[in-house]
């Protein structure tokens, strides 16, 4: 027999389903601001401003992005290079991230809690324990004072000018900078809103994309965020931290990450993207003084909107890493070659809706050495895929 549908039912389900899972905490947005009100993800494009508070405290939200990709020149598999870690399948119909969770927030108190699954999440979380894994933010949060919030638990990375919600990113795939750098963080983070143009993020972390601690070390992550004004925004993130395992020899790690992004006119916007690492190396018997690996990466963003649902972008990039830092190994032995490699991508986007989003990208990298596997298991300095997304949101 055909019912009707009723929204409040639905709302009543899935809250039901939710805490029937555990998830008893109050929950909300992340405190950065967002290009989706309806999702909690870091900051693309959109102003700095002073959290708002919703009419109603408690809200549901969800994301779902279904994607399939080709590699051309591919040795036989349905994985795409090993530093890629959004839409890494290829010739296979999946998803790459879905995501179910609910917020809460008052004019003192606030905290989230979302549930994601997909091949974004099986190869981005795969060190991470199970129990955790499948855990897309969690926190709870309060005002110790007017104008801040202090937050405790599981969110998006306060680094990079890209998220792990597609739908918000300038173009489909990530760059080589966002996919190997932190997408997720656990710890406290205290954010003081100075103004409408201006907010100020200090952390504490279990270190550089962890849930669980590897070592007895906490990280620390500053994070500054200026929209001087209407058209510009400015953002500047740091990270310090001791990243290996506790059974290992420290090696400190210091990071930068810088972007800025202009709305030229209406149709056109432009961003720049710079990060740069210095991580502690091994330093060979019998030798002195201190030795840094560092890695430099770099990209360009143009985006046009090309008609009312069309709207196209343009990446260029670089990431560059003695001896394969961090792209190739977080912990590179002494004599591994390094790593050069640069690229471009053009994407078209169509949305039919304000909460559908379809998508089609074409990808080049060419790297200074053979490091891509083709058919036959040889190599070549040159990459070359495609790309195609349908995503929705509530």
Known sequence: MNTAFHPADFKSRLSALLLAMGCTVPVLA??????????AVPPTASPVQATPT???PLT???????????????DNTQDRP???YSHDRQNEFTLN????GMRYQDDNVRGAIGLHSGSYVTANYAAEDQVFKHIYEAYAGFRPFQKAWLDVGIFGSHIGFESAISKDNWTLTRSLMAENSPYYQAGARLTYEVGLTLTLTGLVLDGWQNLRDNNQAKALGTQIQWKPTEKLLINSSTFYGQEQPQDTTARR???HNFYASYTATDRLSLALVFDVGKQQAHRPAGTSGEKYDTWHTGAAY?????????TTALRGEYYKAERGVIIGSYSPAVGNPNAFIRGGSLGLDYAPTGNVLVRLEGRVLTAADKVFVETGGNTRSTYTNLTSSIAISF
């Open 30 to 39: 992340q405190t950065m601001p967002t290009t989706d009100s309806a999702l």
């Open 54 to 56: 919703p009419t109603n």
């Open 60 to 74: 549901f939200y969800g994301f779902a992005d279904a994607y399939y990709g080709y590699d051309f020149n591919n």
């Open 82 to 84: 090993g530093f890629l």
């Open 97 to 100: 991230n879905a995501i179910l």
């Open 253 to 255: 790690r210091y990071f």
């Open 302 to 310: 143009v985006r046009y909107k090309l008609a009312d649902k069309w």
